[in-house]
């Protein structure tokens, strides 16, 4: 019998969600079965993931998949954002809950490390976008401290790992997600052993690595009791949630960017090879990666992070929807109060209406009093980083850029895509909303044997999914206000 039902778990810093997916004559259709709120927890000044209640989460989507849907999927498989990762025994346990990017204790590991080996050293020989929450930084920052918990652990997992492994019992490292860590080889699936042993990371925590869809077990005995499933394969898709996502990408030729929209705006082009240059280095990009050996040549955006902490911020006065915090921006003035999104003061302040005011108010643009400007101030700002992004992106690539692609749940925002259209004068193509478990789903139907290939997955994206254009507005003068950006960026 053919093998077309694939139950993705998608987990990003807000949400998390189980989505079967139904492949049937070149055609795919998303099922949402469960849907819950992610956030870090604080604890002890600290900031972790409870991985347990995820897990638990990830049961009751395979449990309501089975029960509610009265579906038995053919293959599971996981995908998360990047970088963070849990401790295993030499039992094998889990033995503390991950810690979460946003932690504070990596705040001087960039430094601190480059004492040791030059910045220079590292980015030649990762090709990864300097951040300071880089698996390489938490674990560097660990051997600097002398963590007793690092001294315990027999193994670490990325999160999808982790999650995989709770599944299935089988512990390996996927290739996407690892690329996220700063300690692989640029474009290859090798660990990038010198740099890791010069950072007194012990190389006998790392685990095998294995390719995106690469079955890698079954779900337990146990797990399958539990839920109610067959002991179906457990499938290492690209287990960074951008890597599965741009594997969704609608797109029949190359000549697109792209921008992945969620917590964070993951925007950059597909590459056959990494590009790792003294230029690429100045300008703190990336390449990780892909799917079939592809490398994502991107930016990390702070993205709708800003929005999201905003509207959490503003839960005692009112709970905004999206559409809602949409309309007061519309009817804000534009260009009124601009920020570069990527200032660190952005990466988890405790109150980012006030750290965007803050920013505002000392580059003497004076302070944004209302929801509606601080919140069109963000969306200014996004659009903005967009043109100033893909600007960077053709100064070190040939590519010629026609369009872009926004996908994603930000794709839901109809105000930013036309905002992105204008500033960047490029033709918007808005949707899939669903890429990443969509790319993940699409990655076990390629390891189960249904698809052949990434441009299989791509026609299928393409013949599944509508999708909304946004032209440019030729009326419409930006550069103004892109001047205006420049100067706050190099300030
Ligand atoms: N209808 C809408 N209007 C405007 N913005 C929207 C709408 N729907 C979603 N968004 C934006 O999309 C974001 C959520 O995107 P998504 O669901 O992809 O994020 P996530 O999966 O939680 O995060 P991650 O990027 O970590 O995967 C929200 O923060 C919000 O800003
Ligand atoms: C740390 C971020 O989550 C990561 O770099 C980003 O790529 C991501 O995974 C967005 O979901």
């Known amino acids: 019998m053919s093998k077309n039902h694939f139950l993705a778990f998608d987990l990003g810093a807000s949400s998390g969600r189980a989505i079967l997916g139904t492949l049937a004559n070149g055609k795919l259709a998303l099922t949402e079965v469960h849907r819950f709120e992610n956030q870090m927890q604080q604890i002890n000044g600290h900031f972790f993931w409870n991985i347990f209640s995820l897990f638990s989460e990830l049961k009751t989507g395979l449990k309501k998949c089975i029960q509610e849907y009265g579906v038995q999927p053919d293959s599971i498989g996981v995908d998360t ?31 601190d490390l480059f004492q040791l080996i030059p910045k220079e050293e590292v980015y030649r020989q990762t090709g990864i976008q300097f951040m300071q929450f880089n698996s390489l930084f938490q674990l560097f920052s660990m051997v600097k401290d002398q963590s007793s918990l690092l001294e315990i652990t027999d193994q670490i997992l990325f999160m999808p790992d982790a999650l995989n492994y709770l599944f299935s019992g089988e512990a390996v490292t996927e290739y996407s997600i690892a690329s996220t860590s700063q300690m692989l080889v640029p474009g290859k699936n090798q660990w990038q052993v010198d740099l890791i042993e010069k950072a007194g990371i012990p190389t006998s925590i790392l685990t095998d690595l294995v390719d995106p869809g690469t079955i890698i077990g079954r779900i337990k005995a146990d797990v399958a009791r539990e839920t109610g499933s067959a002991q179906v394969p457990v499938i290492a898709v690209a287990g960074h949630d951008t890597a599965s996502a741009i594997a969704s990408v609608p797109a029949s030729d190359k000549h697109y960017a792209y921008i992945s929209s969620g917590t964070w705006s993951l925007m950059g082009i597909e590459s056959d090879q990494p590009l790792v240059s003294d230029q690429t280095l100045a300008m703190n990009y990336t390449n990780e990666g892909g799917v079939e050996g592809t490398t994502r040549f991107l930016k990390n955006i702070m993205g709708m992070w800003l929005i999201q902490e905003c509207r959490r911020a503003w839960l005692n006065e009112k709970k905004y929807s999206w559409d809602e915090m949409v309309a007061l921006a519309k009817n804000a003035e534009p260009f009124q109060f601009l920020v570069n999104p990527d200032d660190a003061v952005f990466l988890n302040p405790a109150n980012m209406p006030d750290a965007i005011a803050a920013f505002c108010e000392k580059s003497g643009q004076g302070r944004p009093e209302s929801h509606a400007q601080v919140i069109r101030c963000v969306y200014d700002s996004l659009a903005l980083k967009y043109r100033f992004t893909l600007e960077q992106i053709r100064t070190v690539s040939a590519l010629p850029i026609e369009k872009i692609h926004i996908i994603g749940g930000g794709a839901n925002n109809r105000f930013l895509n036309q905002l992105t259209a204008d500033a960047t004068k490029l033709k918007v193509i808005a949707g899939p909303t669903e890429a990443t478990a969509t790319g993940n789903i699409l990655v076990q139907a390629k390891a189960m044997g249904a698809l052949q290939s990434l441009a299989d997955m791509r026609d299928v994206v393409r013949h599944s999914f509508d999708v909304e254009t946004f032209l440019p507005n030729p009326d419409l003068d930006w550069d103004g206000a892109y001047a205006k950006y420049q100067r706050l960026v190099a300030r």
Request: cysteine-free.
């Open 81 to 111: 954002w990047g970088v963070d990762f849990v401790h295993l025994n030499k039992e094998g346990m889990i033995i503390s809950l991950p810690f979460a990017y946003r932690d504070s204790r990596t705040d001087t590991a960039m430094d």
